[in-house]
């Protein structure tokens, strides 16, 4: 008995041990790709494999097509691809992986395809009201919502998983809703890509709102902040991306921001605007005294740009570099609508309101991150239509307006050169607003 029970053991350790030398001599295998949602340059996809690879072979085997300046980071079995350089990028990206790990077995090659170009969203004014479309390459509209008597906000989810609205109804009551998107920007084959599955669309907010503000960063979680009609109605949850749910408590006298990379949010005080953690560290908050509003985050550089109001009526518009005190790049009467930044905070881009006798005029300037004018351009017969904003894409080097005129009903998605700042493109369908949808 004791012999058969010594041989079942070393016969079962042989097993292992021969199973063990199988698996070590096993080839690398791609297991995953997945968008980069911090998009590190221009666009960056992360790649998992079944074993720590070599990143310099590669680097060298791997193939893009079309050919694009690219890098590779990271070590072990877990790499980013980023892109990188200037020329606009419109149409997939096949992706041949192949190379070595780091005992120099070889990887089967594996071919994949990126689109990492975004989808254009807008709030549509349709027969009854206005309704969330999604515009394929194509040019057609996908409906994603009914359609209700306004849509008063719309913001995209930054890990492209969803878009989250603001509907009023006749008697002005608000309701904020949650559509969820399925993301087809990276398949085997290139008949796979596609714009996003429709998914549920979830009530987040019940009773009557009198105000309903989002807010979404980069990972895709979401700031649910409103408020009732009773004092002391006032609710501010955060609706991760994992599914978790949290209530937060932080004084405001506006809406928040959720900073893109998460971690912690911008909120509004009467005397200016504090930079505070989700959660409490004990530390006192970061704050920018003044008369300031956050205008825009440049993502990738933890970057900000805000819009100073002083006393005098005068409008400013300033860099922030964290580390540094807020640099001013522009001084002036005008009025600052709106403005933008690319993702390194380099290049930052505002539109102006001018009066020229009785009617305005928008311009649209471009500046360095040291305030100098690199290029402006007057929008007329164009106007920027108030309260939307202006976008950037780093995939196409796009900017991402609602402009209107005079004599139309609603405003057109319209798109511009970043660099010349010349009016590219205009869709002929009256839109609220226009907005940039992640790859995902």
């Known amino acids: 008995m004791t012999r058969r029970l010594t041989l079942i053991l070393l016969l079962s350790a042989g097993a292992v041990v021969i199973q063990q030398q199988l698996l070590l001599r096993r080839p690398p295998r791609l297991l995953d790709l997945s968008p980069q949602p911090l998009q590190s340059g221009r666009a960056a996809v992360d790649v998992r494999f079944s074993r720590a690879m070599h990143r310099n072979n590669l680097a060298a085997e791997s193939i893009l097509s079309p050919a694009l300046p690219h890098r590779w980071l990271g070590q072990g079995n877990r790499l980013r691809l980023i892109l990188e350089g200037e020329a606009p990028i419109d149409g997939p990206i096949a992706l041949t992986l192949a190379g070595r790990d780091q005992r120099r077995q070889a990887m089967s090659p594996q071919r994949r395809w990126w689109d990492p170009r975004p989808w254009l969203l807008v709030t549509r004014q349709v027969k009854g009201g206005e309704q969330l479309q999604l515009r394929d390459r194509q040019g057609q509209w996908h409906p994603l919502t009914p359609v209700w008597t306004s849509l008063q906000s719309l913001v995209p989810l930054g890990d492209g998983r969803g878009v989250a609205v603001v509907s009023s109804n006749s008697t002005g009551k608000e309701t904020i809703w949650l559509k969820r998107l399925s993301p087809r920007n990276l398949a085997s084959s290139p008949q796979r890509l596609g714009p996003p599955e429709p998914g549920t669309l979830e009530a987040l907010s019940q009773g009557n709102l009198l105000f309903g503000h989002i807010s979404s960063n980069l990972n895709g979680d979401l700031l649910v902040q409103t408020g009732g009609l009773k004092p002391g109605s006032e609710s501010l949850e955060l609706l991760l991306a994992n599914g978790k749910q949290q209530s937060l408590d932080l004084p405001s006298s506006g809406p928040m921001q959720l900073l893109p990379a998460g971690g912690g949010l911008v909120v509004p005080g009467y005397d200016g605007i504090s930079l505070r953690p989700i959660q409490d560290n004990g530390q006192p908050p970061q704050v920018l005294p003044g008369s300031r509003e956050l205008g825009a985050f440049c993502a990738t550089s933890g970057r900000a740009v805000l819009i100073r109001h002083w006393p005098d009526y005068r409008r400013s518009i300033e860099l922030v570099i964290p580390g540094l005190a807020p640099r001013q790049l522009h001084l002036g009467e005008q009025a600052v609508l709106a403005v933008s930044c690319n993702g390194s905070g380099e290049q930052i881009w505002a539109v102006f309101g001018i009066w020229q006798g009785r009617r305005s005029q928008h311009e649209l300037v471009q500046f360095d991150s040291k305030g100098t004018v690199l290029r402006r351009r007057n ?62």
Request: charged residues 25%; aromatic residues 4%; proline residues 10%.
């Open 379 to 440: 929008l007329d017969p164009w106007t920027l239509i108030p309260g939307t904003g202006v976008e950037h894409n780093p995939v196409d080097n796009n900017l991402l307006m609602t402009l209107t005129q005079p004599e139309l009903t609603g405003g057109r998605a319209a798109l511009i050169d970043a660099d010349t700042l010349q009016l590219k493109k205009t869709l002929d369908e009256p839109i609220r607003e226009a907005r940039w949808l992640p790859a995902g």
